[in-house]
């Protein structure tokens, strides 16, 4: 139950945000629900008149459709043949007096009189405004359905019924394809329809933007709701609910994560006889609770494959994501830091600093709330993970691991879009993308995300088949685009360092014989780069030969060092320094050492660190000489 206090608080600490609309990167609108409302895709608008009379209406498009509407606790859960109507926006079947009459087809009892039944309680309601009053007054005539085919929002066949499926044969009727074809899925039978009041002399909110109509209709239903229980989750006595909220991920989500429909199954029978004595929740709690989720993960939610990651403060909403990398809490770029950034120690202390913002933002008695959910079918859906934290010890384990699981990437882009160095641990969805490849399905970027976090979050080790995983791709250049690699081999080099603690920079007094082993192959890549010049572009031997390098390491590298002696030829005395290189670190390696002995993660880290130093040497020799020109 932590989880839904945690949600609940979450609620009661924004509740001043409650119908604020804001928008997503797509810019599709989103705000924290009022308790008794939930939101669904509209098709239709159609607005009426102050004096209850017909205006006018129109199809709504896509970018539009999102409305929020009042709600009951039938309406929110029905399903199937269900009758329960919504208080105020619904289908046609339901809203339309005149549905039967144009040959809507309907199972049972008709809809409409519940619908206009329950409307008539609220509008005659002393809760009810007067916008509630005119579309009741309006719907009670029963001529929806011939409005808006004269307004030529919906249309007939030649029996005067309405049109199933659009088909060719009444272009001689109609025209071309008509907009509401488009925008339903099925027929227009199934055409949801929102409704909003018109004024020619004063401009009046949308009914489904209006506070007032909130207010209205949750202090008409507070007076509907049944007796009261304890709460499990606040220790209160409330009305309760077993019905609870779905649309938790979007507006077509029909997954719950709390549910108690099954009578006749084994649910809760066996060990309990009524639903309620598992746990009994308020109305109040599982509206607020829920309406915070669904808020919460459209504002910062991550989705992977009806997965997502979510991660929240009490009282301070943004807190950093313990699923992106380094570069997203502190945008650094690496040419901006200091160089003694790259020791594990100083860059901890900066990473340290990054969060301090974060620390000051939280009140001291704030938590960190950490969440993934799923759904194995489309009606149960559950909390694989979560947690709730100090924020001083999320903070510092977020700490800890951006400053162990290291390395340089050059991967990232900036806002001008020009790639940039930063120094960090990678996120775990690219570290996914260097375990598995970037055509990886989402069902194994979503799993491996999922036991990333405990890694993060608790100190557990990474799982060992993810890293071996990373080594084995970032050993075999040649099955990949050179971008894809180099950012394969950086992330393997995190994961493995992560381990090892090893720092960026070379290590020239490193005598462990898998990573002067992969100091060798950098060296003899960089001089075979060089003797090729800039403009060849194919892979030097010891990058092609890199896989069976790291398997067969002393055999392999005889082939390499005899495919050296054309281009160390070819560079002449250019060559000496990286000859005499080659030389050096392998008069390290003990006799006994060098042997055929598959390489560890080990001779990764020892290949960067060593390739990375050069190509500093370099860049540094070819700025001084431009200098002293």
Known sequence: MS????????????????????????????????????????????????????????????????????????????????????PL?????????????????????????????????????????????????????????????????????????????????????????PAIFGAVAGGQESAFVRFNVYSPNKILKKVWKDNEMYESFILFYQDLLGDEDLCYVTGKKKPSTDKHANKIRNAADKAKLISANDTSGFTFRGRFNKSNEVASISYEVSQKAHNALKWLINRQGKTIDQRVFLVWGNDELSIPDPIEDTFSINPI???????????????????????????????????????ILDSATTGRMAVLYYRNLDKEIYLDQLTKWHSTCVWIHRYRKDDQGEHVQFYGAPATKDIAFAAYGTKVNDKVVKGLMERIIPCIIDDKKIPFDIVKSAFYRAS???????????????????????????????????????????????????????????????????????????KNPARTWKTIQESLQPYQARLGTKAWYLSSLIDEVASRIDVDDFNNKPLSGKYLLGFYSQRHDLYQKKEKNNATEEVSN
């Open 476 to 550: 075999n250049p040649v099955s990949m685009e050179k971008w894809e690699w180099e950012k394969t081999l950086s992330i393997a080099c995190a994961l493995i360092n992560q381990k090892e603690g090893y720092n960026v920079a070379l290590n020239i007094e490193n005598n462990d014989r898998d990573y002067l082993f992969g100091r060798l192959l950098a060296v003899a890549d960089v001089l075979e780069r060089r003797a090729l010049g800039s403009e060849e572009t194919r892979s030097s031997n010891a990058i092609r030969y890199m896989n069976s390098f790291s």
């Open 89 to 177: 926006h619904d289908k046609l079947s339901y809203v339309a007096g005149d549905f039967v009459a144009f040959g809507g087809k309907i199972k049972g009892e008709e809809p409409f009189s519940y619908y206009l039944e329950q409307l008539g309680k609220w509008a005659k309601s002393p809760f009810a405004t007067n916008k509630v009053k005119s579309i009741y007054k309006y719907l009670s005539k029963k001529q929806l359905i011939k409005d808006l085919v004269e307004e030529k929002i919906l249309y007939l066949d030649a029996n005067n019924h309405l049109i199933e499926t659009w088909d060719k044969k009444f272009e001689a009727l109609h025209g071309d394809k």
């Open 333 to 371: 770029p690496v040419e901006k830091r200091e160089r003694k950034a790259f020791t594990n120690p100083e860059f901890a202390n900066e990473v340290a600093k990054a969060l301090e913002g974060y620390k000051n933002k939280l009140s001291t008695k704030s938590n960190v709330n950490i969440m």
């Open 3 to 86: 989880w839904l206090l945690n949600l609940y608080e979450t609620y009661e600490s924004n509740v001043d945000r409650v119908g604020e609309l804001e928008k997503k990167h797509n810019d599709q609108e989103f705000t924290l629900l009022p308790i008794s409302h939930t939101t669904q895709n509209a098709h239709i608008e159609v607005d009426i008149t102050e004096e209850g009379e017909y205006h006018s209406a129109r199809v709504i498009d896509k970018t539009d459709f999102s409305t929020l509407i009042p709600c009951t606790e039938g309406s929110a859960s029905r399903a199937g043949a269900k009758i329960a109507p919504y």
